[in-house]
Structure formats: structure tokens, C-alpha cells
């Protein structure tokens, strides 16, 4: 994904913009697997990270545990897809 694209979705509070990674399409004996019999992993590379969360009193901001770079676990079927 180009770095332009990214830096005009800037997510808000907090909020992550993530790219799910690729699942394998060869084993590792150099077999190569249609996109039929490959899984899709539930992981992804963190693009850009929203500033945190507010504070239960509304006065101080909580930082953000992720940063850019990061990989994280995400829900199978959490979050919106966006076509760029």
C-alpha cells in the first residue's frame, strides 16, 4: 500500500488501520496451493494507530499499546474492509 494513501486515513481516538497479512500459497516441500485449500491467517501489520483513549474522567488521553510496524492478532470477521 502506498505511504500516501495510508497518511490520508488517519484513524481517530482509538482506532487502528491494519493490512492482513497474505496467507502461504506454497508448502514448504515447494507445493503450491490454490487459493481455494489456503487459510487466511488472522493476523496483521499495523499502518497507522489513532492518538488513544480518553480517560474514564474525560481529562488525560491513554496512550496506544500498538505502534506502526506492529503485528497484531485480529478477529476473523472483525473490522471494515476498505478497497484503496
Do not use: C
Not at 3 to 26: C, H, N, T, Y
Not at 45 to 63: E, F, H, I, R, Y
Request: charged content about 25%.
Amino acid at each position: 500500500m502506498s505511504s500516501k494513501i495510508v497518511q490520508r486515513f488517519r484513524p481517530l481516538m482509538d482506532r487502528v488501520l491494519v493490512q492482513k497479512v497474505k496467507g502461504e500459497a506454497k508448502t514448504a516441500s515447494g507445493i503450491f496451493l490454490p487459493d481455494s485449500a489456503t487459510k487466511a491467517p488472522n493476523w496483521a501489520t499495523v499502518l497507522a494507530v489513532g492518538p488513544g483513549k480518553l480517560s474514564k474522567d474525560g481529562d488525560t488521553l491513554l496512550p496506544m499499546n500498538a505502534k506502526v510496524g506492529d503485528t497484531v492478532v485480529v478477529p476473523e470477521y472483525g473490522g471494515i474492509a476498505l478497497k484503496l
